[in-house]
């Protein structure tokens, strides 16, 4: 068996080690290894630490078999060939050039052995990573020597250009969904329909339809660290207009967010204070627990600015999660979760509920965030009928159909 440790057991390295475990199960063995307890656990147990269709049924096949998650880093790493007697595999989005910082260290330390460090950035997106995994786009290897054999799909590229493709990609298609909310802002300005506008647009193939719906905004884990990453990189390297110009992407997705916020108080007769308004979605997109950058942080403490009292629900995301998101400073992110510094108080005017017909209930306004295919379906007069009038709906992700809406009386 060729024995893989990856360090990390996150959205990453999680899904991926398991889907690697699964493709080979008769020559590779995997550990994902990390140093948070309370994560290895619940990797090891039925409630895994991340939601993601498909993943349980990929884990419980290999895990225990030749699938292990542990916290013993250096015994992993001591045992691994990947990670390796060699080779170092870099995956998970990293500043670019780390690879050149891991060469170094290594080199220093080698005690004799040569390394190869590979960069091998990983694409795949939250709520379709199995899927991702399965049938990817592309495979790039970047490293100071390829491989001799090429196949299709995989590409292979000098180090520096394989670390900075994944930012690229990552900023482009940021830049794509900043191009089409800065379009929402004209057509709401102008009267134009923006599904509209982006269809039209999207059916040149050189454009192409994907990732052009307008949106309260791009989240995630990724978009806005990569595109600042970019911006860094482009300064030190004297290009103050090429960071400016990806710094731009950025300030329009904040731009959009306020604007969402801005439209529900002006729409509400300029206050939202004292009223209850119910926030369907929390979690940055469907088919995933995740909230890291999540818009709904931002609006749901823009609405709190105000003084509005909030009913949230999500299909996947839990009360502790979202309350110690609205408690807490952007920074205090960064604390490495076993860590756990402080119980955060819950958000008194936040109440976190598990049904939608709940959240609605005597709210004076609702807004969607997260485009869960289960809010397309839901029994709108139902949720009408329980909301003082007038009943007002804000929709940040296009799922819902306005003009029926409007006929059962909803503000939309
Ligand atoms: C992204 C990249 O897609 C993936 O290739 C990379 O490996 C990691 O970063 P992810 O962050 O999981 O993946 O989510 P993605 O599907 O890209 O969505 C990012 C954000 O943009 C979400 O908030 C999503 O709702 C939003 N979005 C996406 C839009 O607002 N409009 C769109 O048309 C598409």
């Not at 045992?79 to 060699?86: C, K, M, P, R, T």
């Not at 900023?171 to 506008?197: H, K, P, W, Y």
């Not at 997109?285 to 949230?312: N, P, Y």
């Amino acid at each position: 068996m060729v024995k893989i440790c990856c360090i990390g057991a996150g959205y990453v390295g999680g899904p991926t080690m398991a889907v690697i475990a699964l493709k080979c199960p008769a020559i590779i063995e995997v550990a994902v290894v990390d140093i948070s307890v309370s994560r290895i656990a619940a990797w090891n147990s039925d409630h895994l630490p991340i939601y993601e269709p498909g993943l349980d049924d990929v884990v419980k096949s290999c895990r225990g078999k030749n699938l292990f998650f542990s916290t013993d880093v250096e015994k992993h790493v001591a045992e691994a060939d990947i990670i390796f007697v060699s080779i170092v595999v870099e995956k998970s989005t990293v500043p670019v050039k780390t690879a050149e910082a891991i060469e170094k260290i290594l080199t220093h330390n080698s005690k004799g052995v040569k390394y190869q460090i590979l960069s091998n950035p990983e694409f795949l997106a939250e709520g379709t990573a199995i899927e991702d995994l399965f049938a990817p786009d592309r495979v790039l290897i970047g490293g100071r020597e390829t491989p001799d054999v090429p196949e299709e799909r995989i590409l292979c590229t000098n180090l520096w250009s394989a670390e900075l493709s994944r930012l690229a990609a990552n900023a482009f298609l940021a830049q794509r969904i900043s191009s089409v909310n800065a379009m929402s802002a004209l057509c709401e300005a102008t009267g134009a329909d923006v599904a509209q506008v982006s269809h039209a647009v999207g059916k040149d193939t050189r454009i192409g339809h994907k990732f052009l719906n307008a949106s309260v905004g791009f989240s995630g884990s990724c978009f806005q660290k990569d595109i600042l990453n970019l911006v860094y990189i482009c300064e030190c390297n004297g290009l103050p207009e090429v960071a400016n110009y990806w710094k731009q992407v950025i300030k329009v997705n904040d731009y959009q967010k306020t604007r969402f916020v801005n439209r529900i108080v002006s729409s509400m007769f300029n206050t939202v204070s004292g009223k209850n308004i119910a926030v369907f979605g929390f979690a940055f997109k469907k088919d995933t627990g995740d909230t890291r950058e999540t818009l709904a942080i931002d609006v749901c403490k823009g609405l709190l600015g105000d003084k509005a009292h909030l009913s949230i629900y999500d299909p996947q995301v839990t009360e502790e999660q979202i309350q110690r998101d609205l408690s807490m400073d952007k920074f205090d992110w960064d604390h490495p979760v076993h860590l756990q510094p402080r119980s955060p108080s819950s958000v008194k005017s936040v109440s976190v509920v598990w049904d939608a017909y709940e959240a609605a209930k005597g709210a004076h306004g609702l807004c969607i965030l997260t485009e869960w295919v289960e809010f397309k379906n839901l029994d709108y007069k139902k949720i009408y009928d329980n909301m003082p009038k007038p009943a007002f709906l804000f929709d940040g992700r296009n799922v819902v159909d306005p003009q029926k809406l409007r006929e059962i009386g909803f503000i939309v």
